[in-house]
């Protein structure tokens, strides 16, 4: 199975802002359009966005900034992110950046520098242990052109994704029928149902049927029927 996008996690906290400013100014001589909501960056779909449209008449230089951030429910280890981005204006283009960041204990860089219109993923060999918060910033600046009577300045974030292992497969094996399930399992914290290999206890996560991750075995904790989860 393909590992698990946990900025997309319906138990993920996720929120967003946009932002725009002009050259030492009034912020009301500029004219804000956000296009979508921050949900749209946490939706897997590459195709929408969120974002915001700067536009003035007045000064000869404008920003305009889109943030969003991803809170887990709990720390999760994170093996890569993908993130998807544009920029634009009309002007000069003075700069465009971007910024990719984790929180754990405080917010730590992974990647940030001139911004791009596309999709990159963003590794590194180790990955990221007991990542709370993921958080993208993409910033633009465009100056004034002469006699061109206007400055607009966009910056969009399709999406932020981050991914990892939500259940691991250490050779647990069940039959569902003629099938072979490979049964997930988390490191221990609280688990009722549990199993051991190699000196090492792990617990076994019991879904509600119909889950996201449910293998199919049920299993009945004396009070409900719960589910196994598959491994990732």
């Known amino acids: 199975m393909a590992e698990y996008n946990w900025a997309a996690n319906p138990y993920s906290s996720n929120s967003g802002s946009v932002s725009s400013w002009g050259t030492g100014g009034d912020p009301t001589r500029i004219t804000n359009t956000t296009y979508g909501t921050y949900a749209n960056a946490f939706d897997n779909n590459m195709a929408t966005f969120y974002g915001i449209k700067a536009y003035t008449t007045i000064y000869s230089q404008l920003w305009a900034k889109c943030i969003v951030t991803s809170e887990f429910d709990e720390a999760e280890d994170i093996d890569n992110m993908v993130i998807k981005i544009q920029e634009t204006g009309y002007g000069t283009r003075n700069y465009a950046i971007y910024s990719l960041e984790y929180y754990d204990t405080g917010w730590n860089f992974i990647a940030n520098g001139t ?11 180790t990955g990221w242990s007991g990542v ?15 006699h061109s009577g206007h400055l607009d300045t966009y910056a969009y974030i399709y999406e932020l994704q981050a991914f990892g292992t939500r259940y691991n497969d250490i050779g647990l094996r069940l039959k569902n029928n003629s099938t072979t399930i490979n049964i997930g399992v988390q490191d221990l914290d609280g688990h ?35 589910a196994l989860p598959i491994a990732d």
């Open 115 to 125: 911004s791009f219109t596309g999709t990159s993923t963003v590794t590194n060999t």
């Open 132 to 146: 709370n918060k993921a958080r993208l910033t993409v910033e633009v600046r465009y100056d004034y052109i002469a």
């Open 192 to 226: 009722k149902l549990r199993v051991s290999k190699d000196s090492t206890t792990y617990g076994i996560p019991l879904l509600t049927p119909g889950d996201d991750g449910d293998s199919g075995i049920r299993f009945y904790d004396n009070s409900n029927v719960k």
